[in-house]
């Protein structure tokens, strides 16, 4: 033992840690091979748990059945739109797209929409008709407590109500700024908040973020009504699942 | 009885992060609150304890020589072991909270540190007892960081509204400079205790200027020479 | 299972190289450290005192095993400690004499009679350079506390106006003797039980008039003790700290010291303790 | 008389007689007479504060004084240190800069919570007054910029801004409460700062679009206000002129080093000038950045603090060179629309380096150094 | 995104706003311990430049070419980003060590300026998270060598300005709780907030 | 009268203005010799340098200028009787810096009669050595503050060219004004002793340099200069002006070295008064044993100039000043810039006491010392470039290494840094302490 220990020997030092190193590969890639697909899992999970909250019921992996379609303003970036099927049948569409002007850069947003191009109505708040729209901010760095009020949807727990389920447990919280989209159908002027000379409300000191998120959500909407066809077409089941460009 | 403090030692008299100010990194950034903590902590636990079990098992047929990088492929396995499975099984918020920080445990101070220090000189049930009370003391004062941190932020602890008069959120704590001023605060506090006591028992005490850096010989990683 | 071989292949790749150029290494850049420096540095004590002249405990350990110094030059280590060095070195070291400061006065805020305003830096040696300092003896303890500041080990207390040593914080390091601008600090045997707790050479009248505990060189001690315990220096009389046999503590009832400048390190301390200024 | 004279033997012992060191005479100025004249050349400022935000102005000024004074005694109390340091009225300084640097509206406890900030986090952490290495004022301000993004970004407008100026006063107010604002109905309405229209003006419409978004607040009518301060912003930071009469009165009593204010105002000037000549659309001309922000506060209060200052005349030159480049990178470029705080806190920051590079060569210098290097 | 943003983006936000010490929590260590000198942090500064550019150089060309891409050997197909820690920890420390080694040989004034602090970083969070963030940004091996140069340099501005706070803090009172590390803590705090003010410069 | 005799008004950088500057108490009073007393405590070690070897016992009779103790070294100087009498005893008095020293103490006889003086000189002829020989026999030292033996200054070492006397007239200290009524009463005196000390340096330039607000001892010399081939030089008010770095700065624009000797830059620098004391030992071979001190402050009911002999009591020096009007608080050996506070009033009368001055019990407010606002005052008005208040903060946290590479040893103490504080820090404490502290250390180290 004590032979090893003190050894200099170079061959049995380069030895030693080769077989050490070879023992931990071996490891390591067992435990790389066991967690190779929750992993995977995990990461489509992300995506469907959005799409849940925006979407209809499914019974497909809509994150896989999906298509990008290049944004009908000037801009011309990237929306992609996911398809969510029950029995093979298109149920809900889901746009996803950024908009780069929020007050500190992206804001990434999904949102759903009916196949009529009408933003969705996930459900409404409790014992109120306000309505809780599909739209959902999936992305933004937006300054906490200023901007990032207006993109994120949390539900605060408290001390008083922690241990009880919101009976709208399965709903998205409610934000009244990106509640104010639902079943809005996108025309031919942009959506605007008032400030902007538009009708849409904003929280004031984040006018900036509330901007974007008109934006981004006016961008899904209307590429989705000019690229209608294409897109359903590109996402029913005919099309086998498979992921598509569509030129505008 | 050696067992016993083998395992308290790291939860406060020499806890890794308010004694001997190791692994500051993770201290600060994943701190913003108390789940974070929580999580960071557990996985730094995982690792602590496998490596030095390991660690100290291998410890009688090491090479001294090349003791230091045969350590590190280790604790860097487990490390690797501990993301893939965070990434497996973890709720994915914590995931992105902890970030490359996962990783950074392979450079953690206190894990090297312990498996040079105590694992390697020790059999593996005290090196178990040891990696798990120096993590479990990592995690303590990880947690009680992100506890504050989040209940100064916004008044609510693991996410759940404390006060619930606290109607507007406070940044400051939560940020990167809050980290800094809020760990500040929590070592000016234990100094304020350990001067206390010392006073008490008519000794001096000095607050520790340094880190306990030393503790961790990675540093010497194959080192073949001292400067003379 | 490809995944497999091609991991373990890839680290043992590297695990072999790795180990040959460390192995190679450790052959081209022979070890220059001494072991032993190490060694020594852990059985120091680590408060880097500075008391053995050297710049550290480290700096220490070096000379120690270069042989520049004898372990017990470290007025810290206790004698296991110090034993433990030599014997882990293979040398020969003789007992360590033990020592302890006394600050040899008694002069304080009650017993001082007068005392000029001074308004200025709160430090005996930057006071020492005004006119002396505000104490009207000029052999007297300024109060200040430069000797407590500069002390590393916290071993002395400015009580009531006075500096009086903790015999067991103190180590013996002597940083206090080279601060203090009046002297008054001496390095003496730990065993040491009574002090004249006076360093005026003047005549006793002049004393008297501005201290009330000065010692007058009435020499009732040297009377009452063995011979070549104290010694007469001057106008005063000081324990003669050399002597193998110092004085003991019935001494102090035995001389009945007029002025109570005679006293044990124990009750000197309670005297300063319990004495509230009443001035 | 003589006989009086005679019978008072007044030449003491010399046992009362006070010892303390060379020299025996002293200057008249001390550190109390140094920030009671600061306050004296803040007073325009407040005086206009309170003027155009009416009483709730006088509430933060008041709230923040107290709340700092407060602060700086219950430390001492706490620290056991002698309370009477506030005698030297640095904390007031303190805490009347603070107030300055708040909008009006701030509820009581964010003057708590920034009085905290500055006496404790900005000053007393570091041993108190002379020992904070960061302007105490600053990290309030930014320590509460961070915290309460909201609070501290929403404004108030001034008395003036309605009717009167109704040409002018709508580019700060958005569409929805011009009316109320009109019919003056609204007593807790907000409105915008012209560094916050600027800036939001480069994020709505980058390049070409912006100079058009910027002729409303760029007209001489705007300027004209921004002179007297009748502009939405902080209490103190709105009256240029207060301000520079501030300034007037700091440099008359030689209290900052004038190369501070005039090499931070100057930079802004010359680079904002140089980025609006040719890139018309990324800010406003320069005119315009010195006379809103917190510029003219900043350049003469706050960036002369002398505790958080550099010592020298070159250093100071150095100094309000660096503050001026860093505003104007943060108000052209970056996310903040106002840069004053951050760049005079970073620049502090490197003060203990330029007092390094800007320490006068002792008397006589040169020669040892080459008799240095002869012996070496 | 154009080539020039692209850079400017890795470059000024690698120095200011992601600073790497004070807005990314990494090489905290180093950055507290070091810093109690100017001279050491200028010494320390040097060497964290050249360790953290080196390192990434090298890590992100075992990355792009090893770990990134599912690679092909004796017929076999794998990916082996799994080994990604395992590889980089390795590879830095051994690449240190030889740098150290060679610096001896070679240079000894140079060792005298950088060698003393290469053993202290051989690896801290800085230079396994220089490693780490390119790949997990996907750089190209040049946009990672530039990142891993300019973190180093944010590393170097804090570090230096830093130091030379603790240097003058060394004169002032701090009261007894908050000495030592405590005010260290709190004063780069202050200096975070600072660097705040750069946000969104890119 | 003044305005047609022109001189060039030089200055160097830094400095301070106090704002009282007192010199109106005593400006205008003439200087009276002060009446013999019955006995006198002559301070043994009265130079910088060497004590010198005592040579009388107790109940020795001595005469006026009779040696007392005699040089013991190179750097050392003879000390004489101030009167004839007796020496009734050698003890131990209080010294000017408060701590004990050792005085011969004379019991005047009444008839104050000459011991047998040297032979007069005629100086226009005589060799340097010879000049210089006599200045050391005389005992004269430095009168304007440093009491450094006058001889030593006077022989540089060979490698060493001097090509500058500046004759020390600036009396910026607040105050004081011995020099300014010297100047003014013996214009002949100084002026001569300067050319002496010229002759003896072998030097033609020959400066003395006076600050502007001695216009009529400015009038009074240049009618006189040119008789002896002397410059004069209007110096500004500004204190330190009379420091002799800065007086050669602002004389010549030379730089001294830090850490270096006047003599570096060529330039030797010599006091009005021991200019004067050098005539009175080269043409009438008298040895010093007397000097021109103010004595002044507000408690004082007549300031005056006053020669006293060396050993007066300063206590005898204010009676003969009338006593005083109001309770003085301080009581200061020199001026109120550079002196030294005193707690007793039987210090006597040195070469080198160029003033005693009391201050009123009220103006010497016990004032509290803050912590440094980093105002930069004191670096503007430090002569030295120093940067006091780092410096002090440095010392304050005892950190003297640091102390010493920023410079403290090169501070010249002139209190202009202290004055101008706002917030009260005895700087010049802090730096007299640091110098301290760094030669223990660095004695330390040699052994
Ligand atoms: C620190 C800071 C953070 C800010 N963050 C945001 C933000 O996240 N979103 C936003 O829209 N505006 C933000 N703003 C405010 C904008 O600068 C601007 O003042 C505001 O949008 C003005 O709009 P208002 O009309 O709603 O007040 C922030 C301002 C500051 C000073
Ligand atoms: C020291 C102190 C700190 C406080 N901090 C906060 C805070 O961070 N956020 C907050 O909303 N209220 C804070 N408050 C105020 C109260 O907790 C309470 O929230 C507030 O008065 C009512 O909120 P509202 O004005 O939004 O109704 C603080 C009060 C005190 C005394
Ligand atoms: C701050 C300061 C001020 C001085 N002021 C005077 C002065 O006013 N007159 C003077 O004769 N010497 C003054 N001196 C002393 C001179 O520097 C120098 O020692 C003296 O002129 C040399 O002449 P002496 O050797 O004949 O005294 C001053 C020194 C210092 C440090
Ligand atoms: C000219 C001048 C400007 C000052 N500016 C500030 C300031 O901006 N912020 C502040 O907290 N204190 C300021 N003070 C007050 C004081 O210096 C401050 O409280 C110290 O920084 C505390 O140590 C100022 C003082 C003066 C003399
Ligand atoms: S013993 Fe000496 S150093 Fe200590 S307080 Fe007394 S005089 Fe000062
Ligand atoms: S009292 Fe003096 S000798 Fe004793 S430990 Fe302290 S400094 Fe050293
Ligand atoms: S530092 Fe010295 S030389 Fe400079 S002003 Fe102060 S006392 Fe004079
Ligand atoms: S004058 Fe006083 S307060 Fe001003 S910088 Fe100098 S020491 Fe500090
Ligand atoms: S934990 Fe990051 S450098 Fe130590």
């Known amino acids: 033992m004590n032979k090893l220990k003190n050894t200099e020997n170079i061959l049995i030092l380069g030895l030693f840690l080769g077989v050490i190193g070879s023992i931990a590969a071996l490891a390591l890639a067992y435990i790389a091979d066991l967690t190779k697909q929750p992993i995977t899992d995990m990461k489509t999970q992300a995506v469907n748990s959005a799409l849940r909250q925006v979407l209809p019921e499914f019974d497909n992996d809509p994150g896989q059945n999906r298509v990008v379609v290049k944004s009908a303003d000037k801009q011309g970036y990237d929306v992609i739109f996911y398809g969510a099927l029950r029995n093979k049948q298109l149920v809900g569409i889901a746009g996803q797209s950024v908009s780069l002007k929020g007050y500190s850069g992206k804001i990434q947003a999904i949102v759903g929409l009916k196949p009529d191009g009408t933003i969705r109505t996930v459900g409404t708040i409790n014992n109120t008709n306000k309505p809780i729209s599909a739209v959902l901010i999936t992305e933004h760095k937006e300054t906490p407590g200023l901007g990032a009020v207006v993109c994120d949807r949390v539900r605060k727990k408290t001390i008083f109500n922690m241990f009880k389920t919101a009976d709208d447990a399965n709903l998205p919280p409610p934000n009244p700024i990106l509640d104010q989209f639902a079943d809005l159908k996108p025309g031919k002027i942009p959506w605007k908040t008032v400030k902007e000379g538009g009708t849409l409300k904003y929280v004031t000191g984040a006018t900036i973020s509330s901007n974007a998120i008109a934006e981004v959500t006016y961008r899904i909407a209307n590429t989705f009504a000019s690229e209608r066809s294409k897109i359903i077409a590109a996402l029913t089941p005919a099309a086998n699942n498979v992921i598509k460009e569509v030129k505008p | ?228 | 299972m490809g995944e497999y071989l091609l991991a373990v292949l890839i680290l043992a790749v590297i695990g072999v190289f790795l180990g040959c150029i460390i192995g190679i290494a450790a052959k081209l850049f022979k070890v220059q450290t001494d072991p032993r420096i190490e060694l020594v540095t852990e059985l120091l004590p680590g408060v880097n005192c500075g008391g053995c002249g050297m710049a550290g405990c480290a700096d220490f350990a070096r000379s120690i095993v270069t042989g520049e110094n004898p372990p017990n030059k470290c007025p810290v280590c206790s004698q296991e400690a110090v034993s433990a060095i030599a014997k882990a070195l293979g040398i020969e070291v003789g007992d360590t004499v033990k020592k302890v400061a006394v600050v040899l006065c008694g002069g304080d805020k009650n017993q001082e009679k007068v005392e000029n305003l001074y308004n200025g830096v709160s430090d005996c040696v930057s006071a020492s350079l005004i006119a002396g300092g505000p104490k009207s003896c000029a052999y007297g303890c300024l109060g200040m506390g430069s000797c407590a500041r500069a002390c590393p080990f916290g071993a002395i207390e400015m009580l009531n106006g006075l500096a009086v040593v903790h015999n067991h914080l103190c180590v013996g390091c002597g940083k206090c003797v080279e601060v203090c601008p009046r002297n008054l600090i001496k390095l003496v045997p730990t065993e040491t039980k009574v002090h004249v707790y006076c360093s005026s050479p003047e005549k006793a009248p002049a004393k008297r008039k501005v201290c009330n505990v000065a010692c007058i060189g009435c020499r009732k001690c040297v009377k009452a003790a063995k011979e070549g315990q104290f010694a007469v220096k001057g106008f005063k009389v000081e324990v003669n700290y050399d002597s193998d046999n110092l004085p003991s503590e019935e001494v102090i009832a035995a001389a009945a010291c007029p002025t109570g400048c005679l006293l044990t390190t124990q009750t000197h301390y309670e005297i300063e303790k319990n004495a509230g200024v009443e001035k | 008389m003589s006989e009086e004279v005679k019978n008072e033997p007044q030449l003491p012992s010399g046992n009362e007689l006070i010892l303390s060191s060379s020299p025996h005479i002293h200057d008249r100025e001390n550190i109390q007479s140094i920030m009671v004249k600061v306050l004296l050349a803040l007073m325009p400022a407040i005086f206009m504060g309170m003027w155009l935000f009416g009483a709730d102005a006088i509430r933060v000024i008041l709230l923040c004084s107290i709340f700092c004074v407060g602060a700086e005694i219950l430390w001492c109390l706490m620290a056991g240190k002698p309370t009477s340091t506030v005698k030297d009225c640095s904390a007031l300084v303190t805490g009347i800069l603070l107030a300055l640097n708040l909008s009006a509206n701030v509820p009581w406890w964010l003057c708590l919570i920034g009085a905290i900030l500055a006496i404790w986090l900005g000053k007393q952490i570091f041993g108190g007054l002379g020992h904070n290495p960061f302007n105490p004022a600053l990290v309030a301000r930014v320590g509460l910029l961070i915290g309460f993004p909201k609070l501290m970004t929403s404004w108030v407008p001034t008395i003036f801004m309605g009717q009167n100026t109704q040409s002018y006063s709508k580019a700060f107010f958005s569409d929805s409460i011009w009316m109320n604002v009109l019919e003056g109905k609204l007593d807790g309405i907000t409105c915008a700062t012209p560094l916050g229209l600027a800036g939001e003006a480069e994020k709505i419409i980058s390049g070409a679009g912006a100079p058009q978004l910027f002729s409303g607040i760029t007209t001489s009518e705007a300027y004209l206000n921004y002179f007297w301060g009748n502009v939405g912003g902080c209490i103190g930071e709105i009256s240029a002129v207060a301000l520079l009469l501030g300034g007037v009165i700091l440099v008359w009593f030689k209290l900052i080093k004038w190369q501070i204010p005039l090499c931070y105002i100057g930079t802004v000037a010359v680079l904002s000038w140089c980025i609006n000549l040719f890139f018309p659309g990324v800010t406003p001309p320069a005119l315009f950045h010195l006379l809103t922000g917190g510029l003219l506060l900043g350049a003469i209060f706050m960036a002369t603090d002398m505790v958080t200052s550099p010592m020298t005349g070159l250093g100071a030159v150095i100094f309000g060179i660096g503050c001026g480049l860093i505003t104007c990178v943060i108000r052209i470029w970056g996310n903040y629309p106002e840069g004053v705080s951050f760049s005079i806190l970073f620049m502090n920051a490197l003060v203990p380096l330029i007092d390094r590079v800007a320490t006068k060569k002792p008397f006589g210098y040169i020669k040892r150094t080459t008799e240095k290097g002869a012996t070496a | 995104m154009s080539e020039t943003s692209h850079y400017l983006q890795i470059t000024i936000g690698a120095v200011l706003v992601y600073n790497f010490v004070l807005a990314r929590f990494l090489g905290i260590c180093p950055f507290l311990g070091v810093s109690k000198r100017l001279d050491t942090a200028a010494g320390m500064s040097g060497a964290v430049i050249f360790v953290m550019t080196l390192a990434s150089l090298i890590t992100s060309t075992v990355y792009n070419y090893l770990l990134k891409k599912p690679i092909t050997l004796f017929g076999h197909t794998t990916n082996l980003d799994f080994l990604q820690i395992v590889l980089f920890i390795v590879v830095i420390a051994s690449l240190v060590q030889l740098v150290e080694i060679m610096l001896q040989k070679l240079s000894s004034p140079l060792y005298r300026a950088l060698g003393i602090y290469l053993p202290l970083i051989t690896t801290n969070c800085a230079v396994m998270g220089v490693a780490t963030l390119s790949a997990k940004s996907n750089y190209s091996v040049l946009d990672s060598t530039i990142f891993g140069f300019f973190s180093g340099l944010g590393f170097a501005l804090a570090l230096i300005l830093f130091s030379s706070i603790r240097e003058r803090l060394e004169l002032s009172q701090v009261p007894g709780p908050f000495q030592g590390m405590s005010i260290a803590l709190i004063t780069a705090g202050i200096l975070a907030m600072a660097f705040l003010g750069f946000s969104g410069l890119c | 009268m003044s305005s047609d005799i022109s001189y060039k008004t030089v200055s160097f950088k830094g400095g301070v203005h106090p704002a009282k500057d007192g010199k109106s108490l005593s400006g205008d009073r003439p200087i009276k010799t002060a009446p013999l007393l019955e006995k006198y405590q002559v301070i043994v070690h009265q130079n910088i340098g060497a004590p010198p070897k005592l040579l009388v016992a107790v109940g020795d009779k001595v005469k006026k200028g009779q040696l007392l103790a005699e040089a013991d070294g190179f750097v050392s100087v003879p000390l004489h009787a101030p009167t004839s009498g007796e020496v009734s005893a050698i003890c131990d008095i209080p010294g000017p810096m408060g701590v004990p020293v050792q005085a011969v103490e004379i019991k005047s006889d009444g008839e104050d009669t000459w011991t047998e003086l040297l032979s007069p000189l005629d100086w226009r002829n005589a060799e340097p050595q010879e000049l210089k020989d006599r200045i050391h026999d005389a005992g004269i030292v430095g009168m304007g503050g440093a009491a450094f033996p006058a001889h030593v200054k006077l022989s540089p070492p060979p490698d060493k060219k001097i090509d500058y006397l500046i004759l020390n007239g600036a009396e910026c200290e607040p105050y004081l004004t011995a020099d300014h009524r010297l100047m003014l009463e013996e214009p002949d005196k100084v002026l001569e002793g300067a050319a002496i000390l010229g002759r003896s340096l072998g030097v033609s330039n020959v400066f003395v340099g006076i600050e502007t607000n001695k216009e009529d001892a400015i009038a009074v010399l240049l009618k006189k200069a040119s008789a002896y081939n002397v410059g004069i030089v209007g110096l500004k008010v500004q204190y330190p002006q009379g420091a002799e770095k800065q007086l050669i700065y602002a004389v010549t624009k030379r730089k001294v070295p830090a850490g270096g000797l006047p003599m570096d830059v060529g330039c030797v620098v010599q006091n009005v008064g021991t200019a004067a004391a050098v005539t009175d030992a080269v043409k009438a071979g008298i040895p010093l044993i007397e000097r021109v001190t103010t004595v002044t402050g507000e408690p004082v009911k007549e300031p005056a100039n006053w020669r006293f002999r060396l050993g007066t009591p300063i206590i005898k020096a204010i009676e003969l000043a009338g006593g005083v009007a109001s309770e003085p608080g301080k009581a200061i050996l020199g001026g109120p810039m550079m002196g030294f506070a005193q707690k007793s009033f039987d210090v006597t009368i040195m070469k080198n006491t160029s003033g005693i001055l009391l201050l009123d019990a009220k103006d010497v407010f016990q004032y509290e010392s803050n912590p440094c606002i980093r105002c930069g005052k004191c670096i503007n008005a430090c002569a030295m470039n120093l940067s006091p208040g780092p410096l002090g903060a440095m010392i304050e946290s005892e950190k003297f290494d640091l102390a010493a590479r920023a410079g403290v040893m090169d501070c010249i103490e002139c209190g202009s840094c202290a004055y101008i504080c706002p917030a009260r820090i005895p700087l010049v404490q802090h730096f007299r302490r640091a110098k301290a502290e760094i030669r223990r250390m660095t004695q330390n180290q040699k052994k």
């Open chain 2, 1 to 228: 009885m050696n067992l016993l403090q083998d395992f308290t030692r790291g939860l406060w008299k020499e806890n890794p992060i308010l004694v001997l100010l190791l692994g500051m990194c993770p201290t600060l950034a994943v701190t913003t609150n108390a789940t974070n903590g929580l999580g960071m902590g557990v996985a730094t636990v995982g690792v602590l304890v496998g490596s030095n079990l390991v660690i100290s098992l291998i410890r009688n047929i090491v090479p001294k020589k090349i003791r230091i990088p045969v350590y590190i492929v280790v604790i860097a396995s487990f490390v690797t072991a501990v993301d893939l499975l965070m990434k497996a099984y973890a709720p994915p918020a914590l995931n992105d909270a902890l970030g490359i920080f996962i990783p950074l445990i392979v450079v953690n101070c206190i894990v090297l540190g312990r498996a040079e220090a105590f694992a390697s000189k020790h059999n593996p049930l005290r090196s178990l007892l040891d990696g798990l009370g120096m993590g479990l003391g990592f995690t303590l004062s990880l947690t009680v960081l992100g506890g504050v941190r989040e209940f100064l932020g916004s008044g609510s602890l693991f996410q759940i509204k404390v006060i619930t008069a606290w109607t507007e959120e406070c940044m400051l704590p939560v940020s990167a400079p809050g980290a800094f001023i809020i760990l500040g605060c929590f070592l000016a506090g234990m100094n304020y205790l350990n001067i206390r006591r010392a006073v008490k028992r008519g000794e001096v005490y000095i607050p520790p200027q340094g880190l306990g850096c030393h503790h961790c010989r990675l540093c010497d990683i194959g080192k073949i020479t001292e400067d003379s």
